[in-house]
């Protein structure tokens, strides 16, 4: 009883700092200038054009995109194929039909994604949030430098975050032996690999 009794005090108080920012937060900015808040206004709004991608950008985007869906599509046939061998061993197998899974969804989510010329985060090509959302931000400084295939293969990463891979470890042929070894399905940039290197069985040829 007395525990609850902290707990509800406790939830009082936290609830009293809400109120009480919330509260302060419009008298603040009732207490700006128009001259402040004008130059604050056109401040985002140059933020805001900023991120919107040119039509360049949006091309290469565009490009990427149609590379991407396409490859998913063919990666997730040759993942189901494969899962069907008999002569591979059931865990290869039912990670091969997973992997099916995540570019199936894959697939049908590349069309809906959105695009913001704006990083998030930076040293990232582009960022997604896991699972929610169609909006991707791109790092201007990284992702325009890349080729076709590796933007295709960003595009692709990205979209997995949509479809179940959420781990974020890098992979590249030097790693990929190594990190083939573990349940790789949930990790995203094994499928911008495979896009980007050609389709491979993990635990049996690469
Ligand atoms: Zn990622």
Redesign the pocket.
Known sequence: MKRTQKLIIGLLLTLGNLSAKATRAPAESASMSYQSAMSLARANDERRAKAVCNPREMHAISVASQIAYRSAGQLKMKALNASKLTSLNQTIRSRLFSAYQVLECSQNMIPRLTYTCHERMPH?YA??FPYFGTQVWISRDFFFKLTDMQRAGTTL??ST?KCGAYN?TLINTQTVARNFKGNWTGV??FYAYWLENGFCIPGHNC
């Open positions: 990232a960022q997604t990463h990205e975050h974020d995203a940039d």
